[in-house]
């Protein structure tokens, strides 16, 4: 590594006197010698001069000589974190939905500008580097961008944490649209290197599966069971790392890889078995390889359970390993790790765990399950009864035979204490086992998370009232004690700053500085602004630009032509009936036929887009799809419509496109049908951005509005007690159909393939299910929703007030920071307490201080 000095000035004096500056290249902030940085690992890391160097390679050379600067951090924080008494907070989830890493790493080190400079020094745009990292897309959707919201906030808030989850080689497939239908391709993210990532190959773990158990009895006469497995795949490690905002906390996210066991290879290849070796190891790296991409419907698949298990087992290990090293035992586990279940998908930890404590460390059954509930921690994110998790007795039995006798073993001491406190009531202990004996004998995961964690929560008020009503309703008359809410959160680092400067630079100005960041509570201090005619102006300036640039993406990536001065209305999320995209293209329809009726009829301009990927197992969802565009393709081009209704379905949704289209809306929709939608999150990036909502009194939208005033709020629809009622009454969908003549004309334009010209059937499953079912009441609810959409038009024509109200949304959203959130798992669930990272060698103001790197001997 060269060191170069410049005559800047700095705290180091050379002899002479005079002030110079001397820095490593690895960790120097100057814009020289980020340059000088960034074409050394251009030349000498990839191999690449000017002439040969692609826009990837650019990129691949600005994150490396980004992620050096945050390694002294990164070491720093980690070693910080072996120390005894750091209880550390483990998030295990089966997806991290993190988004790219770059900008991000740029804006929580400071070095935002600083690069942007060096940058422009080279030539070259910064914005244009950053958009060439391909979104890590591990997730489906809410549930997995909560967790890395949470990791961004967990840094910030300076919380010992590790994020644990599947390096899983394709992550949700890239969605294109053709000919108005969902088309799905492999998403290979790891095509071009990641330099975000350290594999950490010393620290794989080997994990067991399949085979049998056997009964021995150890060198002391103790009984011992032991698991004889028929193969064993090896967890590699992959460690990615997870900066806090501006603090010099980083933590880590820890992903797995499977990858074959040598040994195990090398046993068929010895056994003259070459081609089985070679088989055998593909099959071992199935279990990484590819993100179910279901949301809210498990698909009771093999490899599925494989996943949750290598993963989770893979964790538990690390866990007690990193225990053991400063640990005499595991008696104090509890006091050093909380662990976090995102949902039931980790749940199978539990009972891994007590086969890690009994099994193999010889702890006592007794001992080991105080530990296990004091650990674990679950989170439910929702209630709909197809998503609950329940897996067949004989697959476990046949992947993970010691598992299911530790399931049976924990169950039958489970229904023993509940049979002592509520005697004779078999329906109770029916429904509170974790085995469900009726049908095919499954086990119910949500069941085992109750039962092996010391908290339990749902996402929002109410969802969280809802489960202890229904869904956990018997657990909670057990242990009322055990049941929390949190409400969801966003990180206003992503969702706020990286989304939109433009707003930020706003706030910070006319704040005073940019604490804002760290405390969204400092933000309606801003309120009076609303009477102030200059910040108004401002604050549409921003929405304009804004909604701009995403006019110019719509045109780049669909060729269809956008009015920014219409009101950009906006559902982006995953499909699905409950979220009722269907109602929307309804209302669509609706004012279609409107302006079919009256050309000349004085309406809004509206722009209506929509985001997000359908399961591609799910019919109805990708119908819901093609509708859409098919009447897209109608209402864009009919004369009489004159451009005043657009509609737009943008390719592909995913968090990078999500940071350009939040802070583009003026109406974001929170449409679910009441009861389903256990928080969504989407809605506080939406509101956090200056947009109104139109919504249900459905998961944390009932908050939003609490908070931003309900005359800020576009509320409308059945709540989830009518729901309830609606249904227990015998709904009849038909009757509203009968009753109203604009629905009927809606629902007959779907059925008679208006839509679908030379198709006439291609929509009638929809039209079917709206007439017999109505699941989520989208008649019910029809009239109510098109009357709050006029009541959103009208408010729209006064430019004035809806700026007003707009502004109001943005600044009264500190409720719906991911820090607020966090903070109550830290102080109610975890016990877990901030660490602040103390760098003597190193300090941002004084970069030129000696990097020290021992070296030992390995052993
Ligand atoms: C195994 C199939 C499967 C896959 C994903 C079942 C369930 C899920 C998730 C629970 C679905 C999900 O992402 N739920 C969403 O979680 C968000 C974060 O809490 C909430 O904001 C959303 O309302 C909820 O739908």
């Known amino acids: 590594m060269t060191n170069a000095a410049s005559l800047e000035p700095s705290s180091a004096m050379s002899s002479s006197g005079a002030s110079i500056r001397v820095e490593d290249d690895r960790t120097g902030l100057s814009i020289e010698t980020l340059r000088r940085a960034f074409a050394d690992h251009l030349f000498f890391l990839l191999g690449k001069t000017d002439r040969s160097a692609t826009a990837a390679d650019y990129y691949t050379s600005l994150s490396y000589t980004v992620r050096d600067r945050l390694l002294r951090r990164w070491m720093k924080t980690q070693e910080a974190y072996r120390n005894p008494g750091n209880k550390v907070v483990c998030y295990l989830s089966a997806e991290f939905l993190m988004g790219r890493h770059l900008g991000n790493s740029l804006i929580n080190l400071g070095l935002h500008k600083p690069v942007q400079e060096a940058m422009e020094a080279s030539g070259l745009e910064l914005d244009d580097l950053i958009e060439i990292e391909r979104d890590p897309g591990l997730g489906n959707g809410g549930l997995g961008r909560l967790a890395a919201c949470f990791l961004d906030s967990l840094a910030t808030l300076q919380i010992p944490a590790m994020g644990y989850g599947i390096r899983y080689e394709f992550g949700i497939f890239h969605q294109m649209i053709q000919n108005g239908w969902q088309v799905e391709i492999p998403d290979q993210w790891l095509k071009l290197q990641n330099p ?172 080991a399950w105080t530990i296990c509930q004091k650990t674990f921690a679950y989170t439910n994110h929702t209630l709909l009864p197809e998503a609950l998790e329940r897996w067949p007795v004989e697959l476990f039995e046949r992947v993970l035979p010691r598992i299911l006798e530790i399931v049976y073993e924990i169950n039958h001491q489970f229904l023993e204490q509940v049979a002592k406190w509520y005697p004779g009531d078999e329906g109770l202990m029916r429904r509170l086992s974790i085995i469900q004996e009726d049908g095919e004998k499954s086990i119910r995961m949500a069941n085992l998370a109750c039962i092996g964690s010391h908290a339990i929560n749902g996402v929002a008020a109410l969802h969280t009232e809802l489960l202890k009503q ?172 004159r451009g005043r209704i657009k509609v737009v379905y943008l390719p592909n949704f995913s968090v990078s496109l999500g940071q350009r289209v939040y802070p583009a809306a003026d109406l974001s929709e929170q449409i679910s049908t009441a009861g389903k939608e256990a928080s969504g999150t989407g809605n506080m990036k939406f509101s956090m951005n200056g947009a109104l909502t139109v919504g249900t009194l459905d998961g944390a939208n009932i908050e939003i509005r609490e908070e931003v005033g309900e005359e800020n709020f576009f509320l409308f629809g059945l709540t989830a007690q009518e729901v309830a009622d609606t249904k227990a009454a015998g709904y009849r969908p038909r009757d509203y159909y009968d009753t109203n003549t604009a629905l009927r004309q809606v629902i007959d334009q779907i059925d008679s393939g208006l839509f679908c010209p030379g198709e006439p059937e291609l929509f009638k499953p929809l039209v079917e299910s709206l007439l017999n079912e109505d699941t989520y009441l989208l008649l019910a609810d029809y009239q109510a929703y098109v009357d709050a959409q006029d009541r959103v038009s009208e408010a729209y024509k006064d430019q004035t007030s809806w700026t007003k109200m707009s502004i109001l949304n943005a600044l009264r959203t500190a409720k719906f920071s991911s820090d607020r959130t966090i903070a109550e798992y830290c102080s109610e669930i975890w016990d877990a307490k901030a660490v602040p990272i103390e760098l003597q060698d190193y300090n941002p103001d004084r970069p030129n201080a000696p990097l020290r790197v021992p070296i030992r001997r390995a052993n």
Not at 196 to 217: A, P, V, Y
Not at 280 to 304: A, C, F, H, M, W
Not at 329 to 353: C, S
Not at 549 to 563: F, K, P, Q, S
Request: charged residues 25%; glycine residues 4%; proline residues 5%.
């Open 196 to 367: 975000w990532e350290i594999m950490r190959r010393e620290e794989s773990i080997e994990i067991k599966l399949g085979g049998h158990t056997e009964s021995q009895h150890d060198e002391k006469g103790q009984h011992r069971v032991v698991w004889i497995p028929s193969r064993t795949v090896v967890a590699v490690p992959y460690d990615t790392p997870v900066p806090g905002y501006r603090n010099n906390t980083v933590n880590t996210l820890r992903l797995w890889k499977a990858e074959a066991s040598n040994e195990f290879n090398f046993d068929a290849f010895n056994a003259g078995n070459y081609d089985r070796a070679v088989s055998d190891k593909l099959t071992s790296e199935n279990i990484s390889k590819v993100l179910y991409p279901n949301d809210n419907t498990p698909q009771g698949r093999e490899l599925r359970l494989e996943q949750q298990y290598f993963f989770v087992s893979a964790s538990l290990q690390d866990m007690i390993r990193r225990h053991l090293a400063v640990h005499p035992n595991l008696d104090n586990f509890h006091e050093q790790f909380a662990i976090q279940l995102n949902d039931t998908h980790p749940t199978v930890g539990v009972a891994e765990l007590m086969r890690l404590l009994v099994d193999e460390h010889g702890m006592y059954w007794d001992q």
């Open 470 to 641: 229904s869904t956990l309703r018997d657990f909670y008359q057990l242990w009322p004690e055990k049941f929390f809410n949190k409400t969801n959160g966003v990180t206003p680092r992503r969702w706020i700053l990286l989304s939109n400067p433009e707003l930020s630079e706003l706030y910070s100005e006319k704040l005073g500085n940019d604490d804002w960041l760290h405390d969204l509570s400092l933000l309606p201090q801003l309120e009076p602004q609303v009477n102030d005619g200059a910040f108004c102006d401002r604050w549409r300036a921003i929405k304009q630009t804004k909604k701009q640039a995403l006019a110019e993406y719509i045109l780049n990536h669909t060729g269809i032509e956008v009015d920014s001065n219409s009101l950009f209305d906006v559902q982006v999320k995953r499909i699905h009936e409950y979220k009722r995209q269907l109602l929307a293209v309804m209302e669509i329809i609706t004012l279609y036929n409107r302006l079919k009726a009256n050309p000349n009829a004085e309406i809004v301009p509206r722009t209506f887009i929509f985001g997000g990927k359908a399961a591609p197992g799910y019919f109805m969802a990708k119908l819901i799809i093609k509708l859409t565009n098919a009447v897209g393709a109608l209402v864009n081009c009919d004369p009489d419509v």
